[in-house]
């Protein structure tokens, strides 16, 4: 699954984007420096996200919307088209 398909599912899954879900972290007062678990333990308790759905969205609130480039056109399982994520909502992704 892609880094992008980790985040429309949970999209799917909590009727959040990524970026509501990055203004929510913030109000918790998440942000750069946060160490992974208490997200995790935050997006698993208050929105049922197991850790790889999760994790992606650690990345999101602690690193940005930037993806390394080792994980663009590699061909491997988790290989994403660009190096920037879409964090608006998957029905607005000009990449459809």
Request: no cysteine; charged share 20%.
């Amino acid at each position: 699954m892609t880094f992008q398909a980790y985040l429309d599912n949970i999209e799917e899954k909590t009727g959040l984007t990524p970026r509501q879900f990055l203004e929510l972290a913030t109000e918790k007062g998440f942000g750069p420096g946060t160490k992974a678990t208490p997200i995790v333990e935050w997006l698993a308790a208050d929105y049922g996200l197991g850790r790889g759905h999760a994790m992606a969205l650690v990345h999101v609130i602690t690193k940005g919307s930037k993806i390394p480039g080792k994980h663009v056109e590699s061909g491997g399982t988790h290989s994403d088209p660009s190096d920037t994520l879409w964090l608006d909502g998957k029905a607005t992704n000009p990449a459809g």
